[in-house]
């Protein structure tokens, strides 16, 4: 559990400092990139603890984060509706990579809340099930 932990570890740092951005009602454009791009690298480490505890907690294998949230749900991580927000958030994370457009960028930092949020519920639930026994 020694790599799950450090993952997760790296997770919440990461969170975190989405965190200090995701929450602002009326961002700068200079905030709002921040925090998309602090959303990219969240959401990097949040899929690759998931892919970790996965292996390491479940022995399932996931090489894609899509394939990770949907075996997060099928291990009962991740309800029904919080995978299909996690879904959505993997598509969005592929956009910020790919595309760059003033809409797009404030359609997905409109959602970084909710982003946050879930990635901490899941991530919290990661480090009760990592727990020694």
């Known amino acids: ?58 022995g399932l294998e996931a090489a894609s984060p899509k394939r990770a949230i949907r075996l997060a749900h099928e291990v009962g991580l991740m309800e029904e509706e919080e995978a299909r927000l996690a879904l959505t958030m993997a598509d969005d994370r592929n956009l910020t990579v790919h595309t760059y457009n003033e809409t797009l960028a404030q359609a997905i930092f409109a959602r970084l809340g909710g982003y946050a949020q879930l990635m901490g519920k899941v991530l919290g639930r990661m480090m009760d099930e990592g727990r020694p026994l």
């Open 1 to 58: 559990m020694g790599r799950v932990l450090e993952r997760l570890a790296v997770a919440k740092r990461a969170l975190g400092t989405l965190e200090e951005l995701a929450y602002r009602e009326a961002p700068s454009p200079l905030e709002r990139d921040a925090a998309i791009q602090r959303f990219e690298y969240t959401f990097e480490a949040f899929w690759k603890a998931l892919q970790v505890f996965l292996r390491e907690r479940e």
